[in-house]
C-alpha cells in the first residue's frame, strides 16, 4: 500500500462542534504532517510527528488539537473553531523527517459555517 | 525562518514549448528542494527532487537545477503537453526539517 488516505472527504461543522479528521498510511513511514492550505495558496505547515511524537507545533491555534495514536494513524481533533478555518486539511507522511519525500494524502475539506 | 520566493504566478505555453519556474530561498542552510504538482482538486504530487550535494537532476522531460551559492533553483518542463497543466510548488527544507513551499505558478499548456 503505497498510498495516505484521509477521512472524511468533506466536512460541515459548527463553530461549537467537535470532530475530527483522520488519516493513515502503511507505508512504514515514521514522520507524519498536517497542513493547512487556503485556494490558490500553498500548503501550510501545521504539526509535525517523529516516531510517534509532537516534534514541531507552527504556533497552531489550540483549537486544533493533533495525536498520534500509533505508527500509522493521525487525527486532527477539532473544536470551536473559526469560519477563517475553512480549507483543505492534507495530511503527508514520509520515511523520516528531514530531507525525505513527502506522500500527501487527498485532503479534507472543512466547512467552518 | 525559511522564506520562499517562485515566479511567474502564472504561465501560459504552447504544447511542446518548454516551461521554466523559478524559485529563490532565504535560508542558507536548506538542503533539499522538492517540486510538487497539482492539479484542480487533487493532492500535491512530487515530480522531481534534489538535493544540496547536485546541481541538476533530470527525469525524462523535467529537469531541475540548483545554485548554493546565489539560493535559487529552477524547474525545466520540456515538450509541454496538455496533460502538464497544474499549479506547481517549488519548496525547501533545512535543519529544522520543516518543508516551506513557495507560492505556486499557474501553467496553462494551450493547444
Known amino acids: 500500500d503505497t498510498e495516505v488516505t484521509q477521512t472524511p472527504k468533506h466536512l460541515v461543522m459548527g463553530m461549537t462542534n467537535k470532530k475530527s479528521l483522520k488519516c493513515e498510511q502503511h507505508m512504514g513511514h515514521r514522520a507524519m504532517y498536517w497542513y493547512k492550505q487556503k485556494a490558490k495558496k500553498p500548503p501550510e505547515l501545521m504539526f509535525v510527528y517523529s516516531y510517534e511524537k509532537l516534534s514541531i507545533n507552527e504556533s497552531v491555534p489550540s483549537r486544533f488539537s493533533p495525536e498520534c495514536p500509533n505508527s500509522s494513524l493521525l487525527n486532527l481533533h477539532l473544536h470551536a473553531l473559526q469560519p477563517e478555518d475553512s480549507a483543505l486539511y492534507l495530511c503527508?507522511?514520509?520515511?523520516?523527517?528531514?530531507?525525505?519525500?513527502?506522500?500527501f494524502g487527498p485532503g479534507t475539506r472543512l466547512t467552518v459555517t | 525562518g525559511e522564506n520562499v520566493e517562485q515566479h511567474p504566478s502564472t504561465l501560459s505555453v504552447q504544447e511542446g514549448d518548454s516551461a521554466v519556474i523559478k524559485c529563490t530561498y532565504s535560508?542558507?542552510?536548506?538542503?533539499?528542494f522538492p517540486w510538487y504538482k497539482q492539479e484542480l482538486g487533487k493532492r500535491p504530487q512530487l515530480i522531481i527532487d534534489i538535493r544540496s550535494n547536485v546541481g541538476e537532476k533530470k527525469d525524462q522531460r523535467i529537469a531541475v537545477t540548483l545554485n548554493k551559492t546565489a539560493k535559487h533553483f529552477s524547474l525545466h518542463i520540456t515538450e509541454t503537453q496538455p496533460e502538464d497543466s497544474a499549479v506547481y510548488f517549488c519548496a525547501a527544507e533545512g535543519t529544522a526539517s520543516k518543508l516551506t513551499f513557495g507560492t505556486g505558478t499557474r501553467l496553462q499548456v494551450t493547444l
Open positions: 535560508d542558507s542552510a536548506s538542503n533539499y
Open positions: 503527508a507522511s514520509s520515511v523520516e523527517s528531514g530531507n525525505y519525500e513527502q506522500y
